[in-house]
């Protein structure tokens, strides 16, 4: 079986869509895009861009188009995209979904796989009122079900645990919104394409990810 390494990863918020990111790219030496992760670091740069997008972010709301557009479009045009990618987090409506073909088009490397976590309401809200993330190297946690050895504390380098500022109950029920108008149909998009493989997101992490091998290893979907 060819290789499967030009990959989307899609789902609602909190649907671990980064948490299984980290583990794929890791297994399969690509990079991990996630549109989410560039605005954040933008943001704590504060770069024009990060000011920009932060008014959208912090409230749940997406961020324009042709801004997110122009950022994949660099990040894919970078010479390490050229043994494949992991897109989490993008595209995120139907208009990014058809520029994203245009400019996989000029790299001739076509999507492979789109990968699609589910996962219900209920668990969404409950994944993301518990994650705590580290601001000075990025990493996520879960306070229950990803803790990490000292409360409150980042394994990888000790930085203080904080809650994103779009984890708050206001700023998620946008995100819900945006999720159910904006970025659903994109399933029906790449179903009719034959590129969509659906995974059961409210089982563990680990047997996600095994899923998630299965897909690209075993006989696809
Ligand atoms: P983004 O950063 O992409 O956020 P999101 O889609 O809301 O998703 P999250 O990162 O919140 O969740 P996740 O699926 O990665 O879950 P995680 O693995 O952390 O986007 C943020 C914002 O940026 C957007 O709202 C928008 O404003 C802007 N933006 C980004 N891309 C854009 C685009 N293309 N266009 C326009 N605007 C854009 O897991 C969540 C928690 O659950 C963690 O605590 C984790 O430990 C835990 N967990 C994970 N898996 C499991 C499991 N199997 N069992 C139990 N717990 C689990
Ligand atoms: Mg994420
Ligand atoms: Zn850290």
């Given amino acids: 079986m060819k290789e499967l390494k030009n990959l989307i990863i899609m789902g609602p918020p909190g649907a671990g869509k980064g948490t299984q990111s980290e583990k794929i790219v890791e297994e399969l030496n690509i990079p991990h895009i996630s549109t ?7 943001m704590i740069q504060g770069t024009e861009l990060g000011k920009m997008a932060q008014q959208y972010i ?3 709301k997406l961020v324009p188009d042709d801004v997110t557009i122009a950022l994949v479009k660099e ?3 970078r010479p390490d995209c050229a043994n494949g990618y992991l897109l989490d987090g993008f595209p995120r409506t139907l208009y990014q979904a058809d520029a ?3 400019l996989l088009k000029e790299i001739n490397r076509p999507v492979d796989k789109v990968l699609n976590i589910d996962v ?3 668990a969404l809200i409950n994944r993301i009122s518990g994650r705590r993330v580290c601001p000075k190297c990025g990493n996520s946690y879960h306070i229950s079900y990803k803790k990490p050895h000292k409360d409150g504390i980042c394994d990888a380098c000790e930085g203080v645990l904080i809650q994103r500022k779009d984890d708050t109950p206001e700023s998620l029920k946008v995100r ?3 999720y159910e108008n904006q970025t659903k149909p994109l399933i029906n998009y790449y179903q009719s394409k034959n590129l969509l493989a659906s995974i ?3 089982q563990d992490i680990e047997k996600v990810f095994s899923d998630i091998l299965l897909v690209l ?3 696809a979907r």
């Fill in 36 to 42: 989410g992760d560039m605005f954040r670091e933008a």
């Fill in 58 to 60: 912090n409230e749940g």
């Fill in 75 to 77: 990040r894919l045009s």
């Fill in 100 to 102: 994203l073909d245009e």
């Fill in 120 to 122: 219900d309401k209920e």
């Fill in 176 to 178: 819900l919104d945006a």
């Fill in 200 to 202: 059961d997101g409210l």
């Fill in 217 to 219: 290893k075993g006989d």
